[in-house]
């Protein structure tokens, strides 16, 4: 964005990396358009600098050299156009060579039907680097991806940068995690602790209250020695959840244990539900969400936190006698005025259904990258833009 506003990108090739890969319907309609939104201020970017334009994205995971009609980003460039109201030519085979004037866009057709993209072959990348002047990544949700169009061409380009979606994402995470306002608040729930054993052990160093939920919850309400009947949980997990209950303590931080539940014979939308007290749950119950008096409990202390990170609901969402906990907390995280952050398919299905994300700090555009990042890893397409920045200097 800097080099746009110096001017610098006028009349150059442009080279933009977004993350447009949108779920789909069997019909090929895309269902939820959120990448492709937040992919085009920087689109706008450039071509209001001047440039001529190059856009590009995968979609899904096909097998390389061999192109299916389903995973080309033809529905894509449709959503795009309307988006922009203006046209969005796609572009096939463009490895070698690309026609787009200065002022003008091309989407590129799926950068992973490319012999060479997932496994970074340097050939390949060399040819993408010389498709352009200037390289913008702005695909978080692909960072922790090292393929070509996120790694490799950022290698080799002329000038190789971070763009404004990329850079947004980074810097709320850093707000959140590197430098955060406290106490910091951690929400980690979801069906597994396997899943998430390395967030969860990444958070405990970091965080002032590791929120459970889900399935996570039951393995560490096991770990705690209450009953969980028949819930969901991984037994084998007991230890591992031991050790972070533990680190957190070590640290005068804490984990909150659910002391109520709410239990259901069966895993169904009309299931009978009942609320009990954690200590009281029979052989044949199934947790499905946190009890109303734990759900108070910690929204009260959600609305006392200085930044909180949300990922995963901590109950079944979906069915409405299972619903209180996740809609207590996402009220909550609403109302806060903490710095809150929220990533992770389910987590975004729940602020949807609520309606909070514009009291939502920052949601994330991000599925692995994000939790990624709350596992305390690097993301590869990041990195190489800063050794990039940090040789130029
Ligand atoms: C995602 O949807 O998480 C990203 O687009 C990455 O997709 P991938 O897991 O196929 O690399």
Known sequence: SDLCAQGKARNQRVFIRADLNVPQDDAGNITEDTRIRASIPAIRMALDAGAAVMVTSHLGRPTEGEFKPEDSLAPVAKRMAELMGRDVPLVANWVDGVQVAPGQIVLLENCRLNVGEK???????????????????????????AEGTTYGIAQFAPIACAGPLLSAEIDALTKALAQPQRPLSA?????????????L?????????????????????????????????????????????????ARGAEVPIPTDVVVAKTFAADAPATVKAATDVAADDMILDIGPETAARLAAQLKSAGTIVWNGPVGV?????????????????????????????????????YGIDKQVGYISTGGGAFLEVLEGKKLPAFDILEQRAAASV
Not at 127 to 136: G, S, T
Not at 187 to 199: D, F
Not at 322 to 349: M, P, R, V, W
């Open 201 to 249: 052990q990444s958070l405990a160093d970091k965080v002032d209250q590791l929120i459970v939920g889900g399935g996570i919850a039951n393995t560490f309400m096991l770990a705690a020695g209450l009953p969980i009947g028949k819930s969901l949980a991984e037994p084998d997990l007991l230890d591992a959840a031991k050790a972070v209950m533990a680190a957190m303590k």
């Open 317 to 353: 969402f979906e069915f409405a006698a299972f619903e209180n906990g996740t809609k207590q907390l996402a009220k909550a995280i609403a109302e806060s005025s903490a710095f809150s952050i929220a990533g992770g398919g389910d987590t975004l299905a729940a602020i949807a259904k």
């Open 187 to 199: 929400i980690v729930a979801g069906s597994k602790v396997s899943t998430k054993l390395t967030i």
């Open 119 to 145: 496994k970074n072959k340097e050939e390949l990348a060399r040819k993408m680097a010389a498709l352009c002047d200037i390289f913008v990544n702005d695909a978080f949700g692909t960072a922790h991806r």
